[in-house]
């Protein structure tokens, strides 16, 4: 049983036209950010996807390929798409795949509300720190492509920056309506409220907090369709 969580607070400040120059800039370093703050977190969600070699592995938002690598290494086998509309975090993240021996995959350029992927198609999608980017208007547009592309058993494996539980982890909410570029547009959201608008049973949703940086893990699925009558 899962509390009502209101996916409410400060909305995305930072457009979606300007994310992708915001994201090229911070390409280079980008990797020394997630290893400080958001290591925990990723590692969870790879826990909770539990990928089977041989999956239709779908990942949006690739970045840097953190997780990608990772995800690629445990589906040798299988099916294995990265999109991101960030062509620097691309890049980075391409030449991390190169070090993986015998990988099969596919990264291109690409955005969450039009995915280039058959329906039902995907057995896992991975989403990690995008939403936090996302303004609230457009969060359902998305959910919806997401539970278009997923298999009508798949999981939704989504990582964000959430609202701080602690005084001291809510700095980055400060930092936030002081200058949002400087959090790389990232606010704290909750996604619970708007997942299960949106269609989707949840399963679990965890709280990490890693150097004062509030994450949410979450594990959903699509709810099963009502039987015909």
């Known amino acids: 049983m899962f509390r009502r969580r209101v996916t409410q607070g400060q909305d995305a400040c930072v457009p979606q036209h300007k994310i992708i120059a915001v994201y090229d800039k911070l390409a280079p370093v980008y990797d020394i950010w997630g290893a400080l703050t958001e290591t925990n977190a990723r590692n969870r969600a790879l826990e909770l996807a539990n990928v089977g070699d041989g999956s239709a592995v779908l990942e949006v938002a690739v970045g840097t390929g953190l997780t990608f690598s990772e995800l690629v290494k445990q589906n040798l086998n299988g099916t294995n798409i990265g999109v991101d509309i960030s062509p620097g975090m691309l890049e980075k993240a391409k030449a991390r795949l190169k070090k993986v021996e ?16 058959e329906s039902h198609s ?13 303004a609230f208007k457009d969060m359902p547009i998305i959910l919806n492509e997401f539970k278009r592309v997923l298999k009508h058993d798949g999981r939704l494996i989504l990582v964000n920056m959430t609202q701080g539980e602690s005084r001291l982890s809510r700095v980055y909410e400060l930092v936030y309506r002081i200058s949002p570029k400087l959090m790389g547009g990232c606010r704290g959201v909750t996604l619970t409220d708007e997942l299960i608008a949106s269609g989707f049973k949840v399963e679990t949703r965890e709280y990490i907090q890693q150097m004062l940086f509030p994450s949410e893990v979450i594990l959903a699925r699509p709810k099963p369709r009502a039987p015909l009558e």
């Not at 990690?128 to 996302?134: E, Q, R, T």
């Open 102 to 117: 015998n990988a099969t995959y596919l990264l291109e350029t690409g955005n969450a509300f039009n995915l280039n992927v």
């Open 122 to 134: 995907i057995d896992i999608l991975m989403n990690n720190y995008m939403f936090d980017l996302i």
